[in-house]
């Protein structure tokens, strides 16, 4: 479905996005809310930093912020617009969708944020450090 190598199957599986060989996070699923953060310092197989410099992610957080505006949008649109619900219904509807896609949300800002930066490289060695 994701082509190797596509930047948004770097964005949707966490992989490092400079080989797209391994994930970046310590656990792989981002349900683990304790470790849903906790990446790797390097790619073990390119050697890519993922950190590339101090407080790098913190520039993660405007793309959350505009996730969570398009998915509270979207949430909105569906609940009073197609389902013709009140606005206090859609309200909740709106808080309970950005609930339960907070840790796909903090995840997908990070990898969309480093996607910026680092582009795929096909040509890559491993790394044999």
Known sequence: ML???SKLN?????TCPKCQNESMYED?????????LKMNENCSHCGLRYQIEPSFFYGAMY???ALNVAFGIAAFI???IFFSTSIK????VILG??????????????????????SYNPNLKENKN
Do not use: C, D, E
Not at 10 to 14: A, C, K, Q, R
């Open 3 to 5: 082509k190797k190598g």
């Open 10 to 14: 770097s964005i949707l599986t966490g």
């Open 28 to 36: 792989k699923n981002p349900l683990n809310i304790s470790k849903v």
């Open 63 to 65: 793309v959350s912020y």
């Open 78 to 80: 569906v609940s009073y």
């Open 89 to 92: 219904t859609s309200f909740l």
């Open 97 to 118: 969708t950005l609930i339960f896609l907070f840790p796909w949300v903090l995840r997908w800002s990070r990898n969309i944020y480093i996607n910026f930066f680092v």
